[in-house]
């Protein structure tokens, strides 16, 4: 393609500024859920509050989001932290679900052996639960990865350069090569994304993988 040719090191630059824009947010969002997932399992009248009022966010609009971040942030309507911060709130309102449904995924008899060897809470739930949760958080972690490509691609309609003004562009041109490119290029990157995060979860959860008798 003569487009491809001619603007590889903007594809380029589009992609890497598009993948901080949706990976960023996926390491936030998985740090603020992960506390609060946990508030929710450990606290089961906490647990309904706490899934709804998150999953409420992500039914926000995303072009309205991003307009009200500088209102709320006090930066300017250009300035790239706007996306992730909301993002990351999209990132937060998928995984929280997730966090506590995980650490529920957890057999009773594991935690109460982990109570009986003398493990407090916070080590049980940093040592036993939590990696234990790991296949349950990681799916939903992809949904989230995913997610998030899709929504940041929003961004070029406020003037926040990623991947997204490849779409805008293309269209408002009618160049047709532009356009196939940039869908091209966020669909390779989610898959990217989800190929990583799947590979994490799988060496952070070997026992998930072992044959049956293996460990015997």
């Known amino acids: 393609m003569t487009w491809l040719s001619e603007n590889l090191a903007t594809l380029g630059d589009l992609t890497a500024r598009h993948l901080i824009l949706a990976g960023v947010p ?20 906490a647990y309904t509050p706490l899934v709804t009022t998150s999953g409420l966010l992500y ?18 309507i250009l300035d790239p932290v706007n996306v992730v911060v909301a993002m990351t709130v999209y990132t937060v309102a998928l995984l929280v679900r997730t966090v506590a449904d995980g650490l529920r995924s957890v057999p009773a008899d594991v935690e109460r052996a982990a109570a009986a060897m003398g493990l407090g809470a916070l080590r049980r739930f940093a040592t036993v639960e939590l990696p234990l949760a790991v296949p349950v958080i990681g799916a939903g972690l992809r949904v989230a990865a995913v997610s998030n490509v899709s929504i940041v691609s929003v961004a070029s309609l406020i003037g926040v350069p990623q991947l997204g003004d490849l779409l805008t562009d293309g269209y ?11 869908m091209l290029a966020c669909i390779l990157l989610a898959l990217a ?16 993988h072992l044959a049956p008798g293996a460990a015997t």
């Open 26 to 45: 996926l390491l936030l969002g998985l740090l603020l859920a992960i506390p609060l997932g946990y508030a929710a399992h450990r606290w089961p009248r």
């Open 59 to 76: 039914t926000i609009p995303s072009l309205a989001l991003f307009i009200l971040m500088p209102l709320l942030l006090g930066t300017r």
């Open 193 to 208: 994304l989800d190929t990583l995060i799947r590979l994490l979860t799988r060496t952070l959860s070997p026992w998930q």
């Open 172 to 182: 408002n041109r009618v160049i047709v090569d532009e356009l196939l490119i940039g």
